[in-house]
């Protein structure tokens, strides 16, 4: 079964550190795409990041950066210098059956960060 | 600006009476879907939409309807709605549903008593 996993329920930070968060997947596709949401209190989701999993370096946005070890299937998100602002719940997710139909999420880690 | 809307943002409704929440999109996507958010689970697909007059289930779609006359509209359809309804909805639109960013609603926090 095409699942995402993120086991973390709950994680802390203190403001300026760097934080990772964890996400583990299962496919039996070769080509897909791995994306990183983020849902603040405001409940909109974003975008926070992108990675082709035939693309073997890892995408970057700013404080954003992303572990994809592609063999192991894990996609970890990197959060440098972690601001107030990134307090939110984090989901991470894929199209896992190559049908280009939906986004499996994981159940979502909810993040604080400590002034 | 590109968007998506969903309408009501809250609604308290009581079982067994039938409503519908609203979706639309500006951005020309030929691809649309609806998810529920529930704690603990993430977010689980309900139906989705490949295109007008094409609409397939998703992982828990028992007991809502979707129509998709047009593309810009993709509601979603609860005829006899159920206290475990209960939950935050999410409409979603995406050019390549999978392989591009997919765009949120702003979400639609329904309780049903």
């Known amino acids: 079964a095409q699942t995402v996993t993120q086991s973390q329920p709950e994680m802390s930070v203190q403001e300026a550190e760097t934080v990772t968060l964890s996400c583990t997947y299962d496919?039996?596709?070769?080509?897909?795409?791995l994306f990183w949401y983020k849902q603040p209190p405001s409940r909109q989701m974003i975008l926070v990041i992108r990675?082709?999993?035939?693309?073997?370096q890892n995408a970057t946005e700013n404080r954003f950066s992303v572990n994809f070890q592609k063999a192991a299937k894990s996609f970890s998100l990197k959060i440098s210098d972690s601001q107030l602002g990134d307090t939110a719940m984090y989901f991470c997710?894929?199209?896992?059956?190559?049908?280009?139909?939906?986004?499996?999420f994981g159940k979502g880690i909810t993040l604080s960060v400590r002034p | 600006e590109a968007q998506v809307t969903q309408n009501p943002r809250y609604l308290i409704t009581v079982t067994g009476k039938k409503l519908t929440v609203t979706c639309s999109q500006n951005?020309?996507?030929?691809?649309m879907s609806w998810y529920r958010q529930d704690p603990g689970l993430g977010l689980r697909q309900i139906y989705y939409?490949?295109?007008?007059?094409?609409?397939d289930k998703g992982d828990v779609p028992e007991g809502y309807k979707v129509s998709r006359k047009e593309k810009r509209n993709f509601p979603l359809i609860l005829e006899s709605p159920s206290p475990n309804q209960t939950s935050l909805y999410f409409c979603?639109?995406?050019?390549?549903?999978?392989?591009?960013?997919?765009?949120f609603g702003q979400g639609t926090r329904l309780t049903v008593v």
């Open positions: 939409s490949m295109n007008v007059e094409v609409t």
């Open positions: 496919t039996s596709e070769n080509n897909y795409y």
């Open positions: 990675q082709e999993a035939y693309k073997q």
């Open positions: 951005m020309n996507h030929e691809y």
């Open positions: 997710a894929s199209d896992l059956t190559g049908a280009n139909s939906k986004l499996t």
């Open positions: 979603a639109s995406s050019l390549r549903p999978g392989l591009e960013e997919a765009f």
